[in-house]
């Protein structure tokens, strides 16, 4: 079946520091990338929608300018987490689909200290 | 905004027992999916339902979808440790063309 990976897995950082997370479709076109945001035993949480070459639509509450998402090409989106807080600590899942099925990524925790 | 209501948020059952688990949407689905996710680990699709009505069958698994096309309901028969998971009801697509949740089951299954 269709895999999408995560890359990092695992990340720590420093309040005040950006991190990047990548997400990859590696056997199909993610014409559509859904980023979501995940607490402990929570649900997840849309934060973000793209569709491959333009900007990506973003949940109510959920700010853009801090969240940067880039959906350049068909396989790759990414999202940069600007000036992390303590409370941006989460699990970052995404979400690729080529409008028929939808194929999750194994997640990113990322902690901020 | 829909808004998808899922009961009960927490259940620990012993294995062998059965249980149901609901979700309920503010408005009509587009297409209902019912995901388990485990800890550390992206959900996992289990099952698609489209039509009012449908009841749909995945091994100890019973899926119903309600003829209004506006709840859904999980039953899981004889319950293992190994579905011991966070169950997610789902809608796909429509006009917002969006993936959107609900606010999740919590199950734990004790051996």
């Known amino acids: 079946g269709a895999v999408v990976s995560q890359h990092p897995s695992r990340v720590i950082c420093k309040s005040g520091t950006s991190v990047k997370i990548e997400c990859r479709s590696l056997d199909f076109q993610a014409t559509t990338m859904f980023w979501y945001r995940q607490f402990p035993k929570q649900s997840l949480m849309l934060m973000a929608t793209s569709n491959e070459g333009s900007k990506a639509t973003y949940e109510q509450g959920v700010e853009k300018d801090k969240f940067l998402i880039n959906h350049a090409s068909l396989t790759l989106s990414t999202l940069t987490v600007t000036s992390a807080h303590p409370e941006d600590s989460s699990f970052y899942i995404c979400?690729?689909?080529?409008?028929?099925?939808?194929?999750f990524g194994p997640g990113t925790r990322l902690l901020v200290l | 905004t829909q808004l998808l209501e899922q009961s009960p948020q927490f259940l620990s059952i012993q294995e062998g027992e059965n249980l149901t688990v609901y979700c309920n949407s503010s408005s009509v689905f587009s297409s209902l999916q019912w995901y388990r996710q485990e800890p550390g680990e992206g959900p996992v699709l289990l099952v698609t339902v489209v039509t009012g009505g449908e009841v749909k069958k995945l091994k100890r698994l019973t899926f119903q979808f309600g003829d209004a096309r506006k709840d859904s309901s999980l039953h899981i028969t004889a319950a293992q440790p190994g579905d011991t998971g966070l169950y997610l009801c789902?809608?796909?697509?429509?006009?917002?063309?969006?993936?959107?949740f609900g606010t999740g089951t919590l199950l734990a299954v004790q051996p």
């Open positions: 979400c690729g689909t080529d409008q028929e099925t939808q194929y």
């Open positions: 789902g809608d796909y697509g429509g006009a917002t063309n969006k993936l959107i």
